[in-house]
């Protein structure tokens, strides 16, 4: 009778109001006020390009995720217990580092960090000896992932640059004209018309120009412009003999005219042939 019995919130549980103990009293104990609530952890201690996703809070049980910021890499456990202790594990970000930049021919690294392995965001530097031309990328830079952004750039002396000429064709053009016929002479007459075809092929190559060392037109360009056609036709001509040894322009029918005469004057001459021979015979 009297006796006391003390109560205690168990591991990860903080009393948060009411009493530890009971007395029994008449041989029944008293009712337990006791209240216990989960130990909060809060949030973890500050660490330097560190950051914490917390999707279960930060009571006793729950767990966060470490996130390192860009360009760092993360060392130790990426996840975080909160214990009736306080957080699990030490986790901390390391800048990422890129290998030593790599030496060029007929160049030299102008600027680079004072490390020796190159951190995130670090840009080198690279410039060609005086007679050579850097071709690609004067800078290189150090990236997230500990490569960097580019291969390093080449030294080339221009007279080394081999050049070689491109060709531009143009399409072919193709015309044809018809001049109509002109009558000269009976005996010059062209009885179909001439077609005349022209082609021609002209090729000219342009020489490379050299403007500056990031701006060379490595290859001549060279423009060839494809045949291009001109067929014209020839008209017939025909010549009529005029008088006194002139020649004049007549149309057809005034060669047509003339040969009728001619054929009329033969035939009579033959008739009366004929008939001369026939009045001897009798």
């Not at 009393?15 to 530890?20: D, L, P």
């Not at 016929?181 to 062209?190: A, E, G, K, S």
């Not at 001509?237 to 040969?259: C, L, P, Y």
Request: charged share 20%; hydrophobic share 30%.
């Amino acid at each position: 009778m009297g006796e006391k019995v003390t109560f205690e919130c168990v591991n990860g549980y903080l009393k948060e109001q009411g009493s530890e103990r009971i007395t029994c009293t008449s041989g029944k104990w008293s009712t337990l006020k006791l209240n216990c609530k989960k130990k909060d952890c809060g949030a973890p201690r500050k660490i330097p390009h560190l950051t914490y996703e917390f999707k279960e809070g930060t009571l006793f049980g729950a767990s966060a995720r470490a996130i390192c910021d860009k360009g760092y890499q993360l060392m130790g456990p990426s996840y975080r217990q909160c214990y009736a202790t306080g957080w699990s594990g030490r986790p901390r970000c390391n800048v990422v580092t890129c290998d030593k930049p790599p030496e060029i021919m007929n160049g030299t690294i102008i600027e680079k960090p004072g490390e020796e392995l190159p951190e995130y965001g670090c840009v080198i530097q690279y410039s060609c000896n005086e007679g050579y031309t850097l071709i690609g990328n004067k800078s290189i830079e150090c990236i997230e992932d500990g490569e960097y952004n580019s291969l390093p750039p080449e030294c080339k002396d221009v007279n080394d640059i081999l050049l070689k000429p491109t060709t531009i064709s143009t399409s072919s053009i193709t015309t044809t004209s018809t001049v109509p016929p002109t009558i000269r002479d009976v005996n010059d007459i062209l009885l179909k018309p001439t077609t005349i075809s022209t082609s021609s092929i002209t090729t000219s190559t342009v020489p490379p120009t050299i403007r500056d060392g990031n701006d060379i037109l490595l290859k001549p360009t060279t423009i060839s412009t494809s045949s291009i056609t001109t067929t014209s036709t020839v008209p017939p001509t025909i010549r009529v003999s005029g008088r006194n040894n002139g020649v004049g322009e007549h149309d057809t029918n005034a060669a047509t005219e003339i040969a009728a005469v001619v054929g009329s004057v033969i035939g009579t001459v033959i008739s009366l042939g004929l008939h001369l021979s026939a009045s001897l015979h009798l």
